[in-house]
């Protein structure tokens, strides 16, 4: 074999008759070669990464849905997306180290660009060496930083473990609501969360330099003038939570909303009114105003629905009351004890003004049971044969007779008429 070259390359010399020439035809041929190889290295990838893309496409590929217990993390499809990115990645690593190696070689073979080519190989080498050598010097820190964050973890889940127990009601602290567990829990984790942060800090790499220092301040400052308002929510929702204004599911009144408390969040408070509107309130403004819970008492005492009705002054006052306690009585969710009573609130021109109160226990239905009590006012005083004097209007008299009810009617039956 080692005949066969120096035959060529003594062929070479007498038909060509320069040394150097046939140096350059030689490192010529060889580049042609490995070029060929080069390109068909390529073209091997790149067959390589269709049909791993097509295997990955296919049914019964091992790109399946990664489910932890019955919770789906990653669909098939966001899975498969991943895998497609891995794979492209891969086959541009492969194609620039490819390429890179190519011209390495391409370079090293001539004289004029062979120190170039061994210059950019060592800078590259040395700051890979560089690099790994600032990696290997900084993995007691990482490993510091490890213990630290497991240990935070560690008591996240054992504090979060105490507040599920209180929110559950199976452990009890003196003076601490079941409802105070998880706005608690936040607050710890926020807490646990900052101590970590800054005892991480100074094994964070580059945590000493300047351009950091000062990058956590601008950060720091750019937070602090654009989550004002955001900071006010925040700490007027942990106010409310433990002043207990309110609970999920309580019939409130805030300013103008008047609903039930679907949510209450770090920044909003979020009401469903009865016309099936949300509508988000935010924290700030719940405490700037009073608040109105119709279901504090509602389940215990109840609470007070009440109407009124104003009636001409030619009926007697206890028969009125009568006609209305009974309206209340005869209405679906009005409680029997407490009974319900009637106060008379004003003395007007032309009629009194009664106002009908009724207990009952379920605030978020106070409109339907408000609807149903009106008809049976109605209906009652109907059969009376009395006026409701709303709206108002004018009655002309003849001065001949006095709008005062006569003694009998005193001791006569609401609805009957008869003395009894």
């Known amino acids: ?72 993390i990653f669909t098939e499809r966001e899975l498969a997306r991943a895998l497609h990115s891995v794979v492209n990645g891969v086959w541009r690593l492969m194609r620039a180290l490819l390429l890179i190696s190519w011209l390495n070689l391409v370079f090293t073979q001539f004289t004029w660009s062979r120190d170039l080519a061994v210059g ?33 973890r560690l008591v996240i889940r054992a504090t979060r473990g105490v507040f599920d127990g209180i929110r559950l009601e199976r452990i009890t602290l003196p003076g601490f609501y079941p409802d105070w567990a998880e706005t608690s829990f936040g607050l710890s984790r926020l807490l646990i969360i900052a101590i970590t942060l800054v005892i991480v800090f100074p094994y964070l790499p580059g945590s000493s330099s300047p351009a950091f220092q000062g990058l956590s301040i601008f950060f720091g400052v750019l937070v602090s003038l654009g989550s004002t308002s955001a900071v006010a929510n925040v700490m007027s929702g942990i106010v409310i939570t433990y002043t207990r204004g309110f609970k999920i599911g309580d019939r409130v009144r805030i300013a103008d909303t008047e609903g039930d408390v679907i949510e209450r969040s770090a920044f909003v408070t979020r009401i469903r009114t009865p016309k099936n509107e949300e509508v988000s309130v935010p924290n700030a403004m719940v405490m700037n105003n009073h608040i109105v819970n119709f279901s504090a008492q509602a389940k215990e005492a109840g609470v007070l629905l009440h109407t009124t009705v104003t009636i001409g002054y030619d009926v007697a006052w206890p028969r009125v009351h009568q006609l209305l306690c009974d309206a209340a009585s005869a209405t679906a969710q009005v409680l029997e004890d407490p009974a319900p009573f009637v106060l008379q609130t004003s003395l007007d021109d032309n009629y009194v003004a009664y106002e009908l109160n009724a207990y009952i226990r379920n605030p978020s239905a106070k409109l339907q049971i408000a609807s149903e009590m009106h008809g049976h006012i109605q209906d009652n005083f109907r059969e009376a044969d009395i006026e409701i004097m709303s709206p108002h209007y004018r009655a002309n008299r003849d001065g001949s007779a006095i709008a005062i009810p006569s003694p009998e009617s005193l001791s006569t039956d609401p609805l009957t008429g008869e003395n009894t």
């Not at 049914?59 to 019955?70: E, F």
């Not at 590259?124 to 964050?149: K, M, R, S």
């Open 1 to 72: 074999m080692n005949q066969s070259l120096e035959a060529l390359e003594l062929w070479l010399a007498q038909w060509m008759g320069n040394a150097f020439w046939v140096d350059m035809a030689s490192r010529a041929a060889a580049l042609f070669l490995v070029s060929i190889m080069v390109w068909l290295l390529w073209r091997l990838l790149d067959r390589w990464r269709k049909s791993v893309h097509r295997w990955i496409d296919a049914d019964g590929s091992g790109a399946r849905a990664l489910t932890v217990q019955d919770q789906q």
């Open 120 to 152: 950019v190989i060592g800078f590259v080498l040395a700051q890979v060496g560089l690099i790994v050598a600032e990696v290997v010097n900084y993995l007691p820190n990482l490993f510091i930083i490890a213990i630290i964050v497991v240990i935070s």
